[in-house]
């Protein structure tokens, strides 16, 4: 059975933002090896819509290795979105998802194949609330934002998690890798 690995950036204050962080070559890295190791990646649409900044990239490098080659991976990298509003999706790699969450995780979950990745806080959540993750790991970026989107506030229950491990990054961002504990 594949394993769903959630991931996130999160300020220290407990908002998620993918514009609130400070990415440097080595996030860049890291996201691009996590992306590697992975067979598919979900997204709702907003978080969907932020991805297609690395599109035109893929075939436009910037000359920025880190986010040149982390390009690559994201333009190859299969993509699932969920979307009450969006009917077609432009990156060849990606499709609009045929079955509700849930189902559809399940399905792919099945089939053969590497990680799947969720990279939506909307999706986390509710795949957290359906006891669908392995793993979670998410990044917390020194900053204190002030405002957003808190990461946690619509967890139905309590969940417990177990720290597995931890990577620093030397722009000061920390990455906690979690398990879910059955409780």
Request: glycine fraction near 8%.
């Amino acid at each position: 059975m594949r394993k769903i690995i959630a991931a996130m950036n999160m300020t220290l204050d407990g908002f998620c933002d993918h514009t609130s962080g400070i990415p440097d070559d080595e996030i860049h890295d890291h996201y691009r090896d996590l992306l590697k190791n992975g067979d598919v990646a979900l997204y709702g649409r907003i978080t969907y819509q932020l991805m297609e900044y690395w599109k035109p990239l893929a075939t436009n490098p910037t000359g920025d290795k880190s986010m040149d080659d982390f390009a690559v991976v994201m333009d190859r990298i299969p993509k699932v979105v969920f979307s009450h509003t969006l009917k077609t999706v432009e990156w060849e790699t990606a499709r609009i998802a045929e079955r509700g969450l849930e189902e559809e995780v399940l399905s792919l979950r099945q089939q053969p194949g590497g990680n799947i990745l969720v990279g939506s806080r909307s999706l986390i959540i509710a795949l957290i609330n359906l006891g669908l993750v392995d793993e979670f790991q998410v990044m917390i970026y020194p900053v204190i934002e002030g405002k957003g989107l808190p990461l946690f506030d619509k967890i139905h229950n309590r969940t417990v998690m177990k720290l597995v491990n931890t990577k620093t990054f030397a722009g000061g961002a920390v990455m906690l890798y979690y398990e879910f504990s059955k409780e």
